[in-house]
């Protein structure tokens, strides 16, 4: 009998946890979690991996880039700081006399 898995990462704990769920001959394959559909089990070994991977280096990447816009936006959300303040602020030197 085929194992399923629910791929809804992220949203669906049985999805994060990688839970495998059986499911009966004719049954439908949704999640009884989330109810999305289920993706089927592979054995190989390799697939579930290469799952993990599409997963996780997606999301490595938004955080990097969240943090990128969060930090290279501060100059820019405080107003009464301009971008040549904030260089003053690394290099003292700068600033005009
Ligand atoms: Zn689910």
Redesign the pocket.
């Known amino acids: 009998m085929p194992n399923y898995q ?1 791929i ?1 990462f992220g ?5 994060d946890s990688g839970e495998e769920i059986e499911i009966q001959p004719g049954a439908e394959t949704t ?6 559909k ?1 993706e089927s089990v592979q054995r190989a070994g390799i697939a579930p991996r290469m799952k993990l991977v599409l997963v996780v280096v997606p999301v490595t990447l938004a955080l990097a880039g969240l943090l990128w816009f969060l930090f290279s936006g501060q100059p820019k959300a405080s107003p009464s700081e301009t971008v040549e303040d904030a260089l003053v602020h690394v290099w003292p030197w700068l600033e005009k006399s």
């Open positions: 629910c809804n949203q669906c704990a049985k999805a999640c009884p979690q989330c109810g999305q289920l």
